[in-house]
Nanobody, 127 residues
Framework: QEQLVESGGGLVQAGGSLRLSCEASGRTFSPYAMAWFRQAPGKEREFVSAVIWNGGSTYYADFVKGRMIISRDNAKNTVYLQINNLKPGDTAVYYC????????????????????WGQGTQVTVSS
C-alpha cells in the first residue's frame, strides 16, 4: 500500500513563495504519474499540476500561469510543487496523488484517476 505524506504548507504573505513536498512510501514505489490538487473551503477539489514519473512530462492548470513548478526526485520518491508569487486565492489544502498505471483513458486533471492520496497540507496566503 502506498502512502503519501505532504509537507511544506504554511501561512505566507501575498507575493511570497512556498515549496510543497510529497514523499511516497510503499513496498515498491513506481507510479505512472503524480499530481497536485487543491481544495479551498466550500469549493471542489481542483487540479493544479501533474508529472509523468518516467519521462518527466508536466501538466499545469490554466490558472497556474507560470507561478508554479512541479518536479520530482526519483531517488527520494518525492514530488515537489514550487509556488511563487502567492495570492490570497491560492489559499487551500494542497493534496498530492499518485496513479500507478498508464491507461488510454487517463486524464491527468481528473481526481478519480488517482488511487492514492495524501492527507493534505494547508496553504494560507494573507493579503
Amino acid at each position: 500500500q502506498e502512502q503519501l505524506v505532504e509537507s511544506g504548507g504554511g501561512l505566507v504573505q501575498a507575493g511570497g513563495s512556498l515549496r510543497l513536498s510529497c514523499e511516497a512510501s510503499g513496498r515498491t514505489f513506481s507510479p505512472y504519474a503524480m499530481a497536485w490538487f487543491r481544495q479551498a473551503p466550500g469549493k471542489e477539489r481542483e487540479f493544479v499540476s501533474a508529472v509523468i514519473w518516467n519521462g518527466g512530462s508536466t501538466y499545469y492548470a490554466d490558472f497556474v500561469k507560470g507561478r508554479m513548478i512541479i518536479s520530482r526526485d526519483n531517488a527520494k520518491n518525492t514530488v515537489y510543487l514550487q509556488i511563487n508569487n502567492l495570492k490570497p486565492g491560492d489559499t487551500a489544502v494542497y493534496y498530492c496523488a499518485s496513479r500507478l498505471y498508464y491507461s488510454r483513458q487517463y486524464y491527468y486533471f481528473r481526481p478519480s484517476d488517482y488511487a492514492y492520496w495524501g492527507q493534505g497540507t494547508q496553504v494560507t496566503v494573507s493579503s
